[in-house]
Nanobody, 119 residues
Framework: QARLVESGGGLVQPGGSLRLSCAASGFIFSDYDVNWYRQAPGKEREAVAGMASGGGGETYAESVKGRFTISRDNAKNTVYLQMNSLKPDDTAVYYC????????????WGQGTQVTVSS
């Protein structure tokens, strides 16, 4: 019954901004680290951003540092990805991930949301 649902993707021009949201349900969201991944056709899946279960500990791919910001609101069971100064190379399907691994791995994935950056 665990579920992650992304929203906020769409078509934007280079230099534009989007904010992705990921709503979690069916598990104890506050126990899980959260991550955003992306995958473009013909390319490998790439980790974009991550955050620890209680917030903080942010990590970013070098390609998005200074442009993307991950945040979470545990009271709302939601993780966000603010994307600014978007580039065509940011075009991909973006996936939300929640991961707990202290004893054994529990990992959940959303269905993905398409982000297209094109003029």
């Amino acid at each position: 019954q665990a579920r992650l649902v992304e929203s906020g993707g769409g078509l934007v021009q280079p230099g534009g901004s989007l904010r992705l949201s990921c709503a979690a349900s069916g598990f104890i969201f506050s126990d899980y680290d959260v991550n955003w991944y992306r995958q473009a056709p013909g390319k490998e899946r790439e980790a974009v951003a991550g955050m620890a279960s209680g917030g903080g500990g942010e990590t970013y791919a070098e390609s998005v540092k200074g442009r993307f910001t991950i945040s979470r609101d545990n009271a709302k069971n939601t993780v966000y990805l603010q994307m600014n100064s978007l580039k065509p190379d940011d075009t991909a399907v973006y996936y939300c991930n929640a991961r707990w691994y202290l004893v054994q791995l529990y990992e959940y994935w959303g269905q993905g949301t398409q982000v297209t950056v094109s003029s």
